[in-house]
């Protein structure tokens, strides 16, 4: 059974692994791959993502049965669609359960629950998560070159 949890300040070296995992963070070539996150820019992003939200950000890990994090989930407010963004990723070594599927509705449920009616995400043409998306009831708004913009009404 996966679980959602709110991560705290001393658990983001989960964070930092992922982000710096080049198989973690493939998905990401077209915006530059791995992400640094040094621990000297932790307390500033806690700030900002979990302590102090102003209900345009929510951020948490997934956890399964063994008590592991797994992935992470998250949304926040884009001013250049005026909507709310969504974010998914599962540790590269937890891919292949079921766990994005999992992620992905627990997102949705809590942006649902934070009031808010609709999520985009905007995916690397070629990165295969876009069906995760569809599956889970997300459609194409529109594409360009390199993404294609998926929108879910809750």
């Not at 949705?108 to 569809?134: Q, T």
Request: proline content about 3%; some cysteine; glycine content about 8%.
């Amino acid at each position: 059974m996966l679980t959602v949890y709110k991560p705290e300040y001393g658990d983001l070296w989960f964070r930092e692994r992922m982000l710096s995992d080049a198989e973690t963070m493939a998905y990401n070539h077209a915006w530059g791959g791995t992400i640094p996150f040094p621990k000297e820019h932790w307390k500033k992003w806690y700030d900002h993502w979990i302590a102090n939200t102003d209900g345009k950000r929510y951020y948490r890990y997934i956890k399964n049965e063994a008590d592991e994090y797994i992935g992470e989930i998250a949304y926040h407010y884009d001013s250049e669609i005026n909507g709310f963004i969504a974010n998914v990723i599962v540790y590269a070594k937890y891919r292949g359960n079921g766990y994005g599927g999992f992620a992905l509705d627990a997102l949705c449920a809590a942006a649902k629950e934070n009031g808010i009616s609709v999520l985009y995400d905007d995916i690397a043409i070629d990165n295969p998560a876009v069906y995760l998306f569809l599956k889970h009831g997300f459609s194409e708004d529109h594409r360009t070159k390199e993404k294609i913009v998926l929108k879910k009404e809750l």
